[in-house]
């Protein structure tokens, strides 16, 4: 029983990544299951006794993709924290900075990313049994990086004087418009991150024994 289980997580594992790159080169709508199976070694069956459709399919793409991006991030972070001086008073703009720096140097990988994130988003606003599962991905999403960022903040003597899920639905509206501005204009717009966005929260953060106004 423990080896078939293991192979159908092995199974599994091989679609999601098989359809991330046919997702990549296609799009969702127009990627063919066929290709999907041809590039994981499967037929179609081994597809539809582990997936009942693609949509199903791209949220278990979304879930590995995003834990790639936590997993990423918290290792910006903490050697963005190794490399800070704690006793400097701007060290949360420092960290944040140099965080920015080194999260972004996926950019082109996160580029494509976002353009199946919007697909599937228009995807789901239009359809509307997917609308509660696209929610629920984005969600767990946002409450992981609630998570980091409180804990960066505790280990540098910070906190917020706004609440966390706002201060995150802040970074990802300006690290997706980032993303759809370097896609569109064909650019490297990499400073709204790494610049204006720590300076942005510099402003939002307060040492933890200072009470907030």
Not at 22 to 42: Q, S, T, Y
Not at 108 to 130: K, P
Not at 166 to 194: M, N
Request: hydrophobic letters at 45%; glycine letters at 4%.
């Amino acid at each position: 029983m423990a080896g078939v289980t293991r192979r159908r997580a092995q199974t599994r594992e091989r679609l999601i990544e098989a359809a991330y790159e046919v997702f990549a080169e296609h799009g969702i709508r127009d990627a063919p299951v066929e290709l999907i199976c041809e590039r994981a070694g499967f037929t179609r069956g081994a597809f539809y006794s582990n997936f009942d459709s693609k949509e199903q399919l791209f949220l278990a793409v979304h879930e590995v993709q995003a834990q790639e991006r936590i997993d990423r991030l918290r290792v910006s972070v903490d050697a963005a924290i190794e490399a800070a001086d704690i006793a400097d008073p701007d060290v949360a703009t420092d960290v944040l900075r140099q965080t920015g720096e080194l999260f972004m140097e996926s950019l082109a990988s996160d580029r494509t990313w976002y353009q199946l994130n919007v697909e599937f988003s228009a995807q789901a606003l239009r359809q509307e049994d997917l609308r509660p599962l696209t929610a629920d991905a984005e969600t767990r999403f946002q409450d992981a990086l609630s998570e980091i960022l409180l804990t960066t903040l505790d280990r540098l003597g910070r906190r917020l004087t706004v609440d966390v899920h706002s201060a995150v639905l802040t970074i990802i509206a300006l690290y997706e418009a980032t993303l759809k501005r370097a896609i569109l204009r064909g650019t490297d717009d990499r400073h709204y991150v790494t610049e204006v966005l720590p300076r942005l929260f510099a402003a939002l953060i307060v040492p933890t024994e200072k009470e907030s106004r």
